[in-house]
């Protein structure tokens, strides 16, 4: 069985930094893309960013780039999302989903197979 387990969120004022964590088990996440989303209250769930199987291909969300990293370490099963210059809108829950067939692209849509159960974010003063 995949279980992808979320860490990392919490509360920080605006212009903190936060690192999300993504552990996967019962899938080894080698050759596979990761994606990560976010959702609020009200709002549509959104692609933040995501990474291919080889890690060559990397997107963003316009409204993340240069503010977010997405990083893996395939030897600890392990998908990354550096936060920085974090802003209330910011706020939301953050999910990471792994697609079950291995591909070196990668996509911000939400066709992924597998979902973590996700971890709060949020940016207050």
């Known amino acids: 069985q995949v279980r992808l387990v979320e860490s990392g969120g919490e509360l920080v004022q605006p212009g903190g930094s936060l690192r999300l964590s993504c552990e996967a088990s019962?899938?080894?996440?080698?050759?596979?893309?990761i994606g990560w989303f976010r959702q609020s209250p009200g709002k549509w769930r959104e692609g933040v960013s995501c990474?291919?199987?080889?890690?060559?291909?990397?997107k963003y969300a316009e409204f993340v780039v240069g503010r977010f990293i997405i990083s893996r370490d395939d030897s600890k099963n392990t998908v990354f999302l550096e936060m920085n210059s974090l802003k209330p809108e910011d706020t939301a829950n953050y999910y990471c989903a792994v697609e079950e067939v291995s591909s070196d692209t990668c996509g911000l849509d939400d066709e992924y197979d597998y979902w973590g159960q996700g971890t709060q974010v949020t940016i207050s003063s």
């Open positions: 990474i291919g199987g080889s890690g060559q291909v990397i």
């Open positions: 019962g899938l080894n996440l080698n050759y596979h893309a």
